[in-house]
């Protein structure tokens, strides 16, 4: 089976940290791309942040890849969200697969039957609906086009948001989805949908409280289960309660907290506290 850094942690059973890419270019991805050891994988965001899906996601996919085998894993998070059982949103999983991203997330499912419309357009047939023609998947992964093919089911990483009411109801019937490798918990919009205020840095602890219940049923089903976080400290903190992939910060929030801290000091100021999130 082909592998990626991800997989490699998720086999390890040991939790896989990341960082959210929302500003465009090659060259910012290849720069994040680099910057830690400690980095398993990263996610093109291409709902919120500024990356284009086409051509955009695919520029960053081979900037990163062409770092080699040690490279992170590289995910892209889709701009249509979980209303696609019609199949609308299959056409944004297939070119950012084909273009050679690791694993895809899709934002906002709330329902077992867009879970597995999800599912059907990542994986190849029988498994899925997925078409296979692509001249650069392949090179991107630095295996054959027959080996892709025979190994794609089981090496491209599905992942979908767990963030609406309904997902939180629908869960189980979501975490029973054949083909799903797991759920990832955006503590934002899961914290506006129940009506308690955003994440300032840690959420509601009633919100927290819906958090440890998906982790929970994740674990029932034998689901991956991810998080979204904006600091060290709290990454640390969901590695040690069990998550298996677990964003660290963003490009843009560690830009902003390293500028700010610099210029503070430049200024002869303390550095202060001020975390910055999303």
């Known amino acids: 089976m082909a592998s990626h850094r991800l997989l490699e942690a998720f086999r390890a059973t040991k939790p896989a940290f990341g960082v959210w890419i929302t500003l465009p270019g090659s060259l ?22 500024m990356t284009s899906i086409q051509p955009g996601a695919a520029e960053s996919i081979q900037a990163i890849a062409g770092l080699g ?19 609308s949103a299959s056409w944004q999983i297939k070119y950012v697969l084909d273009a050679g991203a690791r694993g895809v997330l899709v934002p906002m499912v709330s329902t077992a039957a867009q879970a597995a419309s999800v599912v059907a357009a990542a994986r190849f047939p029988p498994k899925g609906i997925r078409g296979f023609g692509s001249p650069f998947t392949q090179s991107v992964w630095g295996i054959s086009a027959t080996e892709y093919l025979a190994t794609a089911n089981d090496s491209v990483v599905v992942l979908i ?21 797991g759920v990832l ?9 129940h009506g308690y205020p955003p994440p300032s840095p840690d959420p509601h602890p009633d919100v927290e409280v819906m958090i440890q219940d998906i ?29 298996d992939m677990i964003n660290v ?19 002869g100021q303390a550095p202060g506290d001020k975390e910055f999130g999303y």
């Open 28 to 49: 910012n991805a290849r720069v994040v791309a680099q910057a830690s050891p400690h980095l398993s994988w990263v996610i093109i965001d291409c709902e919120h942040g």
């Open 69 to 87: 085998s040690s490279a992170p894993s590289v995910l892209v998070r889709i701009p249509a969200t979980g209303p696609c059982a019609d199949g």
């Open 161 to 181: 948001q767990i963030e609406t009411r309904d997902g939180l109801v629908n869960l189980d019937e979501i975490l029973s989805v054949d083909g799903l490798d």
């Open 185 to 193: 918990i955006g503590p934002y919009d899961l914290s506006l949908a």
């Open 215 to 243: 982790l929970r049923r994740s674990r029932v089903k034998g689901k991956k289960c991810a998080i979204f976080c904006t600091l060290g400290s709290q990454s640390f903190k969901r590695a040690q309660e069990g998550f």
């Open 249 to 267: 910060t963003s490009d843009t929030g560690a830009m902003t907290q390293a500028l700010a801290q610099s210029l503070a000091v430049a200024a």
